[in-house]
């Protein structure tokens, strides 16, 4: 029998079709009816014998909700993309702020947006790029971010997304002289995570996020989470096969070991960075810390040996939370980091599970721990908690990179990840299971409980 070849064009089309061609997909809820249908892949899109154009791309895309924007329409709404609009900057390029309404393209709502200008390095870039529109183009989930549209003229290329109120998790989570995120904030803020990730990976063709951590976790205004960044996703393989990667892209610090190590991908990996995040969220400390010594730099390695003992709890928890959570809470978010963190794939929750658990935690009502009291930041405190100060400088929204080249290394950017066999250590399968039998009995305890 001979298959059907799915070129980009037949795919395309396709999926855009309108309702009235797809009467199926209209009873289906609202975040999964863009994917009901054949999803376009990344690789339906990367033949180099036969290369996208911007006409192509546009054509293909008449149909969807994304728009088409030109650079003099971006250059308008950005105030010509002045210091003044800029949000921050990561390994992509600037993100600026900008207004978008009727008046600039009919049909559009009026609304704030992002604006992310590549830094266009080589063809890497444009890859990340076009992952971007292919991904989020058809893709939408109450906890992705919404791309509205892009523009691809001559060597620029842009994306245009709904705008985020309160930036990356990163920013709000490590920020200078601002009150800590409360205990509940930081379990809201997990729980809309796991379910953008969750998401992903359980839609009919898997999506592997590869890029999860805090400085991708954007926050509306009341704290609802949204993933942002696919340049880096990937389609998953079918049913129990792994990717191979020859190439191993991600963030130091988040990425699985054996995805490091070996190439192998797979959702799991994704639930191993999940963790990391977790744990960034519990402890107030970033995933590296280059202002630390040795295996304490990592903070899985430091926290590792802490997390399988109950009664070093104090020791995890964020000193700014001042001891204002939920005791049992805790325990149940620390034994699920734990286990999101095992060094073996198979041995780590699948996404759903973890949803499972996180919402248990919403509404805990056991004793908080502790008087609040604020403590003003002292210079030393700063060092302890945002590295060597020059975060501070990117959050005032200055362009950091001009005025210090190490920027990137930093913050860790998208690289070739390449790390010592010795960083890799050994399992404890008895904790494993003393972990799993910590989450289920206090799943079971909040079950009674409700
Ligand atoms: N949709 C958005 N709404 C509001 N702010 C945004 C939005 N997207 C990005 N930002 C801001 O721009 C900053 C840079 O984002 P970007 O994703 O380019 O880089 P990054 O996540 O910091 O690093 P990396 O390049 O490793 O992903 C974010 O930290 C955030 O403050
Ligand atoms: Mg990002």
């Not at 490590?174 to 009150?179: C, G, L, N, V, W």
């Not at 699920?336 to 060094?343: N, T």
């Not at 509404?363 to 403590?375: A, K, N, R, T």
């Not at 362009?399 to 690289?415: F, I, K, M």
Request: aromatic residues 10%; neutral net charge; hydrophobic residues 35%.
């Amino acid at each position: 029998m001979t298959q059907k070849k799915i070129t980009w064009k037949s795919v395309i089309f396709g999926c855009y079709k309108t309702n009235n061609s797809l009467p199926a997909a209209e009873a289906l809820p609202e975040s999964r009816q863009s994917t009901s249908f054949q999803r376009l892949c990344l690789s339906d899109v990367s033949n180099p014998s036969s290369p996208l154009s911007p006409d192509d791309l546009s054509n293909s895309l008449i149909g969807s909700k994304l728009h088409v924007f030109t650079l003099s329409q971006l250059r308008v709404i950005t105030s010509n993309f002045s210091r003044s609009n800029l949000l921050g900057e990561g390994g992509f390029g600037p993100v600026y702020k900008g207004f978008v309404d009727e008046k600039l393209k009919p049909g559009l709502e009026a609304q704030p947006v992002a604006v992310k200008a590549l830094d266009l390095d080589g063809m890497q870039g444009h890859k990340e790029w076009m992952a971007e529109i292919i991904f989020l183009g058809q893709l939408r989930h109450p906890h992705l971010v919404k791309l509205i549209g892009y523009c691809w003229e001559d060597e620029h290329r842009l994306l245009v997304y709904e705008y985020m109120a309160r930036g990356s998790l990163e920013n709000q989570l490590f920020r200078r002289y601002a009150a800590a995120l409360p205990w509940s904030t930081r379990m809201k803020i997990a729980l809309g995570a796991a379910k953008g990730l969750a998401f992903l990976h359980e839609e009919d063709k898997p999506v592997i996020y590869r890029d999860f951590k805090t400085s991708n976790i954007l926050l509306d205004s009341d704290y609802t989470t949204k993933l942002s960044d696919f340049g880096l996703a990937k389609d998953g393989p079918e049913g129990e096969e792994t990717h191979v990667i020859t190439r191993v892209m991600g963030t130091q610090g988040y990425a699985a070991p054996e995805y490091v190590m070996t190439g192998h991908l797979t959702t799991m990996s994704d639930v191993y960075s999940f963790g990391v995040v977790l744990l960034e969220l519990l402890t107030g400390r970033r995933s590296m810390d280059n202002t630390r010594i040795g295996r304490d730099q990592s903070l899985v390695e430091w926290a590792r040996p802490l997390l399988r003992d109950p009664r070093k709890m104090e020791r995890v928890m964020d000193p700014r939370l001042e001891g204002q959570f939920s005791i049992k809470g805790a325990e149940k978010a620390i034994a699920l980091a734990y286990k999101c963190l095992s060094h073996h794939p198979k041995a780590r929750p699948r996404m759903s599970f973890v949803v499972k658990v996180l919402e248990t935690l919403q509404d805990f009502q056991d004793s908080l721990v502790g008087p609040f009291v604020y403590v003003v930041p002292n210079e030393n405190d700063s060092k302890e908690h945002f590295g060597n100060g020059k975060r501070a400088k990117f959050e005032e929204g200055k362009d950091s990179r001009e005025e210090n080249g190490q920027r990137n290394n930093y913050l860790g950017w998208r690289h070739w990840i390449k790390l010592p066999m010795s960083s890799i250590a050994y399992s404890y399968p008895a904790l494993y299971k003393k972990c799993e039998h910590s989450l289920n009995s206090s799943k079971n305890h909040s079950e009674k409980e409700e």
